[in-house]
Structures are given as structure tokens and as C-alpha cells.
């Protein structure tokens, strides 16, 4: 599904893969963040090379500072039975703040999560209600405050706005643009061309599980477009 594809991303920017789904940006993200084994090929985390044929675990990415907002809130990146101040700590429930002794520290964890909800405006704001009772946008944005309030050097995102309402897409699309300025590295994959238009840096284009162009912000909706359906367009923005 993902054939011969080579980019980086740096400090302080966002680079948007477009493509229609079903090209490899699914899977180009999840051996990214670990969660997919790669047959072949090299990830480079801070200089430091990841194994993504093999042993690349997703928890030892996030101590090197990825974290990973997964495309499917509901199969992956959440357990909708669960209580919202749970699913604020999944995979970060063994850092030492959460942890009293051999056991979990509940006062600490609905400290925390009322502060994420105070500060990414989730509501109802109760980290006691299950997760399967927030809107879609209010899961997203839990999904977001658990893996961006980390401060990670790298945040790689999948369909950040899939599912949610017009609200909740202006105000993730803002979180994402201050990460940005923070100095994160941002991947950014959307099936939305405006999406990836208005929040990329760079823009790479995937046909056929390759990256077929890259361009910069300011290429049109056309330009874009025929490259995503395998055409070649004029010559690249973008070296």
C-alpha cells in the first residue's frame, strides 16, 4: 500500500498529505506511529532511527516524543465505555504523575482531565461520563488534549475533523495551528482538500501508495485534484 515513499518534516511546520482514501496514507501513518509493521524502509525520530519493520512500539514512540491522533476516535484512539478521565490517559498511564504507588492516582487523573476539559472547552465538562456520551467533536477533542498537552516533538494526525460539527472544526483547526507555532513537526492526513489547504505548510499528494507531487500553500484546488486522481500537473512548487 505504500511504495518508495520518502519526506520529512520539520520543526515548526505542517505537512499535509492529500489523497483520496484508499492510497496509503492510512497505513503510511500507522507504521509511522507504530501501530502497522512496515515491510522495509527507515523513520528517523530526532535523528534517532526507529525500527518500523519489527519492534517499533507505539508507547516507546510516544516517550521519544511522537504522539499520534489516530483517524478512527472510536475503534482506536478511544474506549467509549470507559470515563472521559480515563480515556484522557490512555497510554500515558504510567507516567509517574497518574501513578500513587503500585496503583493508579483517580484524584490526580480527574485533576488532570478537568483541566484538559477546561482548556479544549469539552462538554459536558465531567470526567466522570463515558466517553460514548460526548458528540463526536467532544471525543475528538479529548482524543486531542490527551496527545497534544504531552508537548511532543512530532504529532502525526489522521482525519482531524472526520465526524465533527462546524464549531469544533474551527476550533481543532486553531489547536493545530499553535502547535505548529510552538515548534512542533506536524504530519497532517485528511481527505479534505480545503482542510489540507488551509492548515499545510507543504503539501504531498499520494496516488497508488506514492507521493506524486509535492506543492506548496499556495496550490490551487485544481492543481491538487489532478494530482490525486494520478494526473500530472504543471511543474512542482516545491522542490
Not at 532511527?49 to 508507547?59: C, E, K, W
Not at 499545510?200 to 485534484?225: K, N, P, W
Request: with cysteine; hydrophobic share 40%.
Amino acid at each position: 500500500m505504500v511504495d518508495d515513499v520518502s519526506f520529512d518534516v520539520r520543526a515548526g511546520e505542517i505537512v499535509g498529505i492529500a489523497g483520496v482514501a484508499g492510497n496509503g496514507q492510512s497505513e503510511l501513518l500507522e507504521a509511522i506511529s507504530g501501530i502497522r509493521r512496515a515491510k522495509s524502509g527507515t523513520v528517523l525520530l530526532n535523528g534517532r532511527p526507529i525500527d518500523v519493520t519489527g519492534n517499533a512500539d507505539p508507547a516507546e514512540l510516544r516517550k521519544c516524543g511522537l504522539a499520534h491522533v489516530p483517524e478512527d476516535r472510536h475503534h482506536v484512539g478511544l474506549v467509549l465505555k470507559f470515563e472521559e478521565s480515563e480515556n484522557a490517559i490512555l497510554g500515558y498511564h504510567d507516567d509517574p504523575k497518574y501513578r500513587k504507588g503500585l496503583l493508579l492516582d483517580i484524584d490526580a487523573i480527574r485533576a488532570d482531565a478537568e483541566e484538559k476539559i477546561a482548556a479544549y472547552d469539552i462538554r459536558p465538562p465531567n470526567p466522570r461520563l463515558k466517553t460514548a456520551n460526548f458528540s463526536g467533536g467532544n471525543q475528538q477533542k479529548i482524543v486531542l488534549a490527551r496527545e497534544m498537552e504531552r508537548g511532543p516533538d512530532v504529532l502525526i494526525i489522521g482525519q482531524p475533523t472526520r465526524g465533527v460539527d462546524v464549531g469544533a472544526i474551527e476550533f481543532i483547526h486553531k489547536r493545530i495551528i499553535e502547535m505548529r507555532d510552538r515548534g512542533m513537526a506536524v504530519l497532517l492526513v485528511s481527505v479534505e482538500l480545503d482542510e489540507i489547504r488551509a492548515l499545510s505548510d507543504r503539501i504531498l499528494v499520494m496516488f497508488a501508495g506514492r507521493v506524486v507531487g509535492e506543492r506548496g500553500a499556495e496550490a490551487t484546488e485544481g492543481e491538487l485534484g489532478l494530482l490525486m486522481a494520478g494526473v500530472e500537473g504543471p511543474k512542482e512548487a516545491a522542490e
